[in-house]
């Protein structure tokens, strides 16, 4: 009995030992890494961003993982035009004719948990609405109800999407909309280098658990909407509605000044920079109405957009850490494989100098 007892002993000291040796291998592993923090307001891109390096650093989206997007797309359709329908309601815009309004109802009553493709009568039902005079007013005042940036884009291809054989292009992909619940991390390798990207979730009830990704972090990546300075934020209908870059700017003065980040690197990307300068070309209202402090000219995209970086820079409590600023289009590959090199040099710069938390 005391020999088996031995044995026993013996086979859970190995397997202590193994477990010490991989806990070790693990920390050595953790420390080798480059900790990248995402942080903004919901609908900055973070998402996009991640799905990006997924592109440009990974293994990108086979075929299979773009036709597991599928019914996804459907319900981003289905969740767009169900948004324009409630905000015809609420905004008191006619329907130019009957048989948009019949259809309204009968794209009202589609649960969206359940969507897992777009019906024949469905889509002539959305054609019909989509095309109406009426809802085509109603989409151009889209900055008065929550809307996805993606709705056009996909209602305007409602054909292509609707095919039978019907696989998601990587765009389609880049465009989906799924909120960001919980945390999200991408690790990927560029040169031997190992970076970990951490995405959490942007809406304010998902804020309070952001502070379990603070140690160790080399480099904030702070995103905005810059498309947003005329848009409000109502996530639930208790609350008050608020400008969503007024929002986006309390966020990154709360955020870049707390001590986790003294020594990170911080970096402020100012995204979709397309949709802000159609925006800041086509818009009735100039910038300086929401921001009257802006006196430049009302259809500069240049002027609008350096007036909205002062807003940011100027509001970073920690003044003597400085914030690299890039604009950037998080759906456009290019522009952000472009981006990218310049932040990773300017992260391994720092992290070599012995500046920033890393190697």
Known sequence: MSCFQSQEEQLQQRINREIDRQLQREKRELKSEIKLLLLGTGESGKSTFIKQMRIIHGSGYSEMDRTNFRATVYRNVIVAIQAMVAAMRDLRIPYASDAA?????????????????????????????????????CYLRRREYQISDSAKYYLDDLERLCTQDYIPTTQDVLRVRVPTTGINEYLFTIDTRVFRMVDVG??????????????????????????????????????????RMQESLALFKTTTGLPWFSNSSLILFLNKKDLFEEKIATSSLSLSNYFPDYKGPPRDHIEARDFILRKFTSSNPSREKDIYPHFTCATDTDNIKFVFETVRDHILDGIIGGIFPGL
Do not use: P
Not at 211 to 229: D, G, K, Q, W
């Open 101 to 137: 309004k019949e259809a309204a109802t009968e794209l009202e009553s589609i649960a969206v948990d359940e969507v897992q493709t777009i019906s024949e009568g469905a889509k002539a039902a959305i054609d019909r609405l989509w095309r109406d005079g009426g809802m085509q007013a």
């Open 202 to 243: 942007g809406q304010r009830s998902e804020r309070r658990k952001w502070i379990h990704c603070f140690e160790n972090v080399a480099s904030v990546m702070f995103l905005v909407a810059l498309s947003e300075y005329d848009q409000l934020l109502q996530e639930t209908a208790e609350d008050v509605k608020v400008n």
